[in-house]
């Protein structure tokens, strides 16, 4: 069963400050769920918000989580093909890139 707590953590980007943050508790189908899901995501990794799903495989991988090209059963198998998945456009170069 998943579970989400809203927390603070320190996030390096040019300086350490503290930023809201939320600790996400998943057993290993729920997290290999997640990346299956995600690896439908499309966009440009650095300019659209499809960056946090890299960051969030980065992050699973690292913690051991199976990704989608891992022999065996995995929940990647089981989604449907025929639809095209999720994109994200680019944020506009006038704005500034949130987060």
Known sequence: M???????TDQVVTETKRVPAVTLTLTIEEAETLIAVGSLVAGDAETSPRRHYEAITEALLKAGV????????????????????????SYPLTEAIPF
Do not use: E, M, Q
Not at 2 to 8: N, S
């Open 66 to 89: 199976r990704d989608f090209t891992a022999s065996g059963s995995h929940p990647f198998d089981y989604l449907k093909r025929s639809h095209p998945g999720v994109a994200f456009r």
């Open 2 to 8: 998943a579970k989400a707590r809203r927390t603070v």
